[in-house]
């Protein structure tokens, strides 16, 4: 199984990103799909999951702000990011299963 996830960078104050994670050598559809980051000198914390029925719950803090998708046909899970704020910055890590984990996308934002 590999993911690759991409779509990080630099952005200002309040702008967007979209993240994006593509899968291979796994059944997709039928496994929960999840984001995650780890700031710096900080634990990796959970931000946003999605239920193989499409059912989707995030942490408090991004709440309003992100949403995660998924489109089965390319194997690929996302990770829209709205109005971001500096304590967002971290490495994001996208996960399938609960198991298989993407090598993490830097997102910097900036003051």
């Known amino acids: 199984v590999q993911l690759q996830a991409c779509g990080g960078g630099l952005v200002q104050l309040g702008g967007s990103l979209r993240l994006s994670c593509s899968a291979f050598?796994?059944?997709?559809?039928?496994?929960?799909l999840g984001w995650h980051r780890q700031a710096p000198g900080k634990q990796r914390e959970w931000v946003a999951l999605?239920?193989?029925?499409?059912?989707?719950n995030y942490v408090d803090s991004v709440k309003g702000r992100f949403t995660i998708s998924r489109d089965n046909g390319k194997n690929t899970v996302y990770l829209q990011m709205n109005s971001l704020k500096p304590e967002d910055t971290a490495v994001y890590y996208c996960?399938?299963?609960?198991?298989?984990w993407g090598q993490g996308t830097l997102v910097t934002v900036s003051s």
């Open positions: 050598g796994i059944f997709f559809s039928i496994n929960a």
């Open positions: 999605m239920t193989p029925g499409g059912s989707t």
């Open positions: 996960n399938v299963g609960g198991i298989y």
